[in-house]
């Protein structure tokens, strides 16, 4: 009962179906000037379906030249271990390491493995296909969200999220569970950590000891979102815009990054792109919790406009929309798939 309530005082937890309501008023009507419902594939021409359903993460990493992202390799969920483990030797993967669905879902069946047995049992109940990627070394991560119009030779930064851990900090006395249990945050994700880790949630932690149970930061997964739009700066602009500059028909999306610092983040060093995300992208600085819920449909609102602006001068310079017949077979397709990544 407190989390439902939490859930429904703080707008952040809402389903998505429900916050999105009034843009999807604002959906139909650039849908009715572009003639076309699925106006946003011509938005980032290089990506299936502008990067906004079953766009596969491997076809955007190959988009990406190779010293922005870590080392990656492509699962067939049928193929056998030893063939697996061949091509992590080839690629030079080794533990730990991140396991996610090529074609993903909100942080979904993302997993930190440490060794092949736990990859072989990720394999065995994988009925999708799946990356495995070095684990990145770096202490922090932000979104980034970029935008660029065809006709500009310079793209804009529009919005900067960084992301706290599922993190719990031990007092000596209480177990991991009822260290969890004192967050709100923290607390809606008992369910699922229970799954995960069992009975080691009843385990105690020594006094200032720092545990990370979910190493990667997701929002419905319990990582906190807070706006950083104000570490926008022209020298980070510019190493952003030089990167995403060299991404091949890249116009609109949010780069998940990690790096050591904004001082060497602004000078290009020291940094690594965690993935790219297209058109389905959210700016998801708006789910900072000091944020309310109108500033959040007026930066929804601002950034459909971005994607329709763009998807309409991509579509002048002779990129097609998609047509109704192939776009609702796509949707059915991805929800076909969130079946299965969810089921895991």
């Known amino acids: 009962m407190r989390s439902l309530l939490h859930k429904i005082v703080n707008w952040e937890y ?5 916050l999105y309501i ?9 849908s009715f000037r572009s003639k076309s419902l699925f106006f946003f594939n011509a938005v980032n021409p290089s990506m ?45 993967i080794g533990f730990p390491a991140f396991v996610k669905p090529d074609i993903g879902l909100r942080g979904n069946a993302v997993k930190k493995i440490y ?6 049992n990720y394999l065995h109940k994988a009925d999708f296909d799946f990356l495995i990627q070095e684990s990145i070394n770096l202490p922090n991560e932000i979104g980034v969200f970029y935008i660029r119009f065809p006709e500009e030779q310079k793209g804009t930064v529009t919005g900067i999220v960084e992301k706290e851990l599922l993190s719990v900090t031990g007092d000596g006395t209480s177990t991991i569970l009822q260290l969890l249990d004192k967050n709100p945050r923290f607390r809606m994700q008992i369910k699922a950590l229970k799954k995960e880790y069992g009975q080691k949630l009843n385990n105690t932690l020594q006094k200032d000891e720092v545990m990370n149970l979910v190493p990667y930061g ?21 190493v952003i815009d030089t990167m995403c500059m060299q991404i091949q028909g890249f116009h609109f999306g949010r780069i998940d990054l990690m ?12 940094f690594m792109i965690v993935e790219v995300n297209g058109a389905s992208s ?12 109108l500033f959040a449909w007026k930066e929804l609102a601002r950034h459909i406009s971005y994607l329709h602006k763009i998807s309409r001068a991509n579509h002048e310079k002779g990129n097609p929309y ?3 017949a192939t776009g609702m077979s796509q949707w059915k397709l991805q929800r076909e798939h969130n079946k299965r990544i969810t089921s895991f």
């Open 14 to 18: 809402w389903p998505f179906q429900v």
């Open 22 to 30: 009034p843009i999807y008023f604002q959906w139909l009507y650039y």
């Open 115 to 120: 060794n092949y047995n736990e990859l072989a």
């Open 259 to 270: 790096y050591n610092s904004i001082a060497e983040l602004e000078k290009g060093e020291n």
């Open 48 to 92: 299936k379906n502008g990067g906004f359903f079953m766009e596969s993460k491997m076809d955007i990493y190959d988009l990406i030249p190779q010293k922005y992202y870590p080392k990656t390799v492509l699962i067939d969920h049928t193929a056998e271990l030893e063939k697996v483990k061949l091509l992590m030797t080839e690629k030079e």
């Open 322 to 324: 998609l047509d109704f």
């Open 218 to 238: 997701n929002h419905a997964r319990g990582a906190k979102f807070i706006d950083s739009s104000h570490l926008i700066s022209p020298e980070l602009e510019k």
């Open 282 to 293: 959210e700016p998801t600085h708006i789910y900072d919790p000091s944020h309310s819920l």
